[in-house]
Nanobody, 124 residues
Framework: QVQLAESGGGLVQAGGSLRLSCQASGRASSSYAMGWFRQAPGKEREFVAAISWRGGSTYYADSVKGRFTISRDNAKNTVSLQMNSLKPEDTAVYYC?????????????????WGQGTQVTVSS
C-alpha cells in the first residue's frame, strides 16, 4: 500500500517557477517508478514526467521538456517536479503517481497509486 500527497501548487505569473513535491508513505521496502500527470479544465489527464526507481531514467512530455525537471529521493520517500518558465497552458491540477515496477511509464493506466492533486495556475 502506498499513499501519495502532493504539495507546492499555487498561483504564479507566466515565466515564473514552482516546485511540486510528493510525499509517499506506506512504501515499506518496495520499489516504484514515479510519474507526474496533469489535468486542465475540459481536458484529459496527460503525462508530464516520469522517473525510474533508481532515478537513472527520466521521461518528459514534449510540451515541458527543457522547462520541467523530475527528481526523487528514495531515502526520504519524496518525488519533486521543478517547473521553470511556466506558461498559461501549464495551468492544471497536477498529480503524482506510483507504479509497482522499476520502469517508468507515460501511460496513466499503468500507475497503481495516485495523490489527490495540487492546483497550479499560471497567469498571463
Amino acid at each position: 500500500q502506498v499513499q501519495l500527497a502532493e504539495s507546492g501548487g499555487g498561483l504564479v505569473q507566466a515565466g515564473g517557477s514552482l516546485r511540486l513535491s510528493c510525499q509517499a508513505s506506506g512504501r515499506a521496502s518496495s520499489s516504484y517508478a514515479m510519474g507526474w500527470f496533469r489535468q486542465a479544465p475540459g481536458k484529459e489527464r496527460e503525462f508530464v514526467a516520469a522517473i525510474s526507481w533508481r532515478g537513472g531514467s527520466t521521461y518528459y512530455a514534449d510540451s515541458v521538456k527543457g522547462r520541467f525537471t523530475i527528481s526523487r529521493d528514495n531515502a526520504k520517500n519524496t518525488v519533486s517536479l521543478q517547473m521553470n518558465s511556466l506558461k498559461p497552458e501549464d495551468t492544471a491540477v497536477y498529480y503524482c503517481a506510483a507504479r509497482r515496477t522499476v520502469d517508468a511509464s507515460r501511460s496513466s493506466a499503468s500507475y497503481d497509486y495516485w495523490g489527490q492533486g495540487t492546483q497550479v495556475t499560471v497567469s498571463s
